[in-house]
């Protein structure tokens, strides 16, 4: 008698039984990990420096914030003079894995940090009003939020903030990290010191019976298969989602044979290869942390302007950081790990949120840039 063949898992059913996670397919380099993708698609890292008004150079540069699944929610009005209006893109939310949109804030948090740091190199402070017509609901991103005012104060209103240099260089490293080499013992303070200027709480955990039990909840993964670009041509037109650029699924895709939207099937061959591909993801030093008290649309932005000047502090030292966030979502299938990973680093649920989980370490390949959106698809006409 042949076997029965396994039934597909419905997408939610896969994510709740590997504790959260999902697809990606045989032989798939991820961006920033993979070398060879379109120079256009990556020119962004190399042109910024070069905008010559103020405001088109902040943009240029928080335009190369870390944000999830690199969706770059981002859109920037210019119509008031001295002042960029952030506008979070409607077309770009993650529905699936942020329900509520609150790792898109934390990816508008960090694209307000850059320009802020960018408007120093030119001498220029930035006064921050979040939310100029209130905060969103919290379970809602309604399309066209204004998130936040970034209004230039005069000449000479600011000294160069150091971490400037450190924007073109910081790219989220996705490969295997070195699993000898500790952290500098003075950085978890840094850290920590730096989320207390942004209201939260930031920390390391190094020590081997936290490691196994962040591991072990962070082992299941999702990215959104609907969001793989599949090819130079993909990558270069959309610019954003997940890079995939591999000869095979790249060959398997032109002649139908690769579906980016299949669901590993348990015991599957497929299903194999993506735990087989998790296991670089278990290497590193430790978990940087991230967390505040209550989860408000302005800590949601305020972590994200934490944790990029955290990750721009770990590029300065050579130290590399890649974000587990599958644990952190809010959807229903997910409230296990969810508890698990906030009582694992001592937080209550119930009152603290963690925004970021980040495994952290010494890549051992270095890492690349990711594709950008150019300048203009962001500006508001
Ligand atoms: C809120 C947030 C959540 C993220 N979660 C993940 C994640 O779960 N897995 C992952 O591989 N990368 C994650 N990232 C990193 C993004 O994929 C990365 O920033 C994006 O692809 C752009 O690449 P870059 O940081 O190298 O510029 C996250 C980033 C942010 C800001």
Known sequence: MSP?????????????????????????????????????????????????????????HALLAPNPHNRQPWLADLSVPERITLICDGERLLPETD????????GCGAFVELAVIAASQRGRAVSVTAFPDGAPSPTAMPRGTRVATLQLGPEGSAAADPLFAQIPRRHTAKSAYDPQRPLPADLPATWAATAARHGLRAGVAADPERLAALRRITRAWLESARLMRIGPKAIETHRDGISINGAMPRALHAVGLFNPMEVPQRGSSLFKTVMDRW???????????????????????????????????????????????????????????????????????????????????????????????????????
């Open 99 to 106: 329900p509520f949109g609150r790792q898109i804030l934390v």
């Open 279 to 381: 296991v670089p993801f278990e290497t590193g030093a430790g978990y940087l942390w991230l967390a505040s008290t209550g989860n408000d649309r302005r800590s949601q932005l305020d972590a994200g302007r934490a944790y990029v000047r955290l990750h721009l502090q770990a590029t300065a030292l050579g130290i590399d950081l890649h974000p587990v966030s599958q644990a952190l979502q809010e959807f229903p299938e997910m409230r296990g790990p969810y508890d698990a990973v906030h009582r694992t680093l001592g937080l209550d649920p119930a009152t603290q949120t963690l925004q970021m989980l980040a495994r952290t370490g010494y890549a051992l390949t270095p890492s690349k840039p990711s594709p950008r959106r150019g300048l203009g698809s962001l500006l508001q006409a």
């Open 4 to 60: 029965t063949p396994p039934t597909p898992l419905p997408r939610r059913q896969f994510i709740r039984l590997l504790g959260g996670g999902a697809v990606l397919a045989a032989g798939v380099p991820l961006a920033g990990c993979a070398g060879g993708l379109p120079d256009a698609a990556v020119a962004a890292w190399s042109s910024a420096g070069a905008e010559t008004d103020t405001r088109r150079f902040m943009l240029a």
